[in-house]
T-cell receptor, first 117, second 112 residues
Framework: GAVVSQHPSWVICKSGTSVKIECRSL??????MFWYRQFPKQSLMLMAT?????????EQGVEKDKFLINHASLTLSTLTVTSAHPEDSSFYIC?????????????FGQGTRLTVV | DAKTTQPPSMDCAEGRAANLPCNHS???????VYWYRQIHSQGPQYIIH???NNETNEMASLIITEDRKSSTLILPHATLRDTAVYYC?????????????FGKGTLLTVNP
């Protein structure tokens, strides 16, 4: 399958600082990228959907000013957690889709473990 | 999106077939059935998807009932590395409405 790469794999940051997570599609152009968050022993929760060159669409309850998403090119999307707090500690996962056909599958990055201390 | 129901956990002996069921009784005609799995502390991995017909690839087989209200993912010869949470997802049509909504999935444990 197609390859989606996330960086970094893990990050530890101090409370109040901002952290940027990158998501790249390595061998295809991602028209749509998705950002998920996963707390321990829970399922993935969709945070937002972004299309290249447009503003992201956030799910209900997700603060758009706290979780800044930029999808500047067809191969790169970034998620910035601003003014991070310990409760933002989680596993963040991106996903990318290369087309809008009904049966085009999405591929996932390996995830980023964020710990805010 | 149609909702799916999966058993929370299953066990399987190494080398045997693992059959993971999924109920999606409210599925509509244009919705595909997708299967992903997530090994601990990794991102989900795409396995297979189908609409009406049974599908097979190098990883698994997908059997969809004729009324499409349920499906079964089959791992023909389970290995220890197949231990993971398996998610069955029914997805609305493509375009701007595309979304993958994950339920709780089934934790498959393959035992030696």
């Amino acid at each position: 399958g197609a390859v989606v790469s996330q960086h970094p794999s893990w990050v530890i940051c101090k409370s109040g600082t901002s952290v940027k997570i990158e998501c790249r599609s390595l061998d295809f152009q991602a028209t749509t990228m998705f950002w998920y968050r996963q707390f321990p022993k829970q399922s993935l929760m969709l945070m937002a959907t972004s299309n290249e060159g447009s503003k992201a669409t956030y799910e209900q309850g997700v603060e758009k000013d706290k979780f800044l998403i930029n999808h500047a090119s067809l191969t790169l999307s970034t998620l910035t957690v601003t003014s991070a707090h310990p409760e933002d500690s989680s596993f963040y996962i991106c996903s990318a889709r290369g087309g809008e056909a009904m049966n085009t599958e999405a591929f996932f990055g390996q995830g980023t473990r964020l710990t805010v201390v | 999106d149609a909702k799916t129901t999966q058993p929370p956990s299953m066990d399987c002996a190494e080398g045997r077939a693992a059959n993971l069921p999924c109920n999606h009784s409210t599925i509509s005609g244009n919705e595909y059935v997708y299967w992903y799995r997530q090994i601990h502390s990794q991102g989900p991995q795409y396995i297979i998807h189908g609409l009406k017909n049974n599908e097979t690839n190098e990883m698994a087989s997908l059997i969809i009932t004729e009324d499409r209200k349920s499906s079964t993912l089959i791992l023909p010869h389970a290995t220890l590395r197949d231990t993971a949470v398996y998610y069955c997802i029914v997805r609305v049509s493509g375009g701007s409405n595309y979304k993958l909504t994950f339920g709780k999935g089934t934790l498959l444990t393959v035992n030696p």
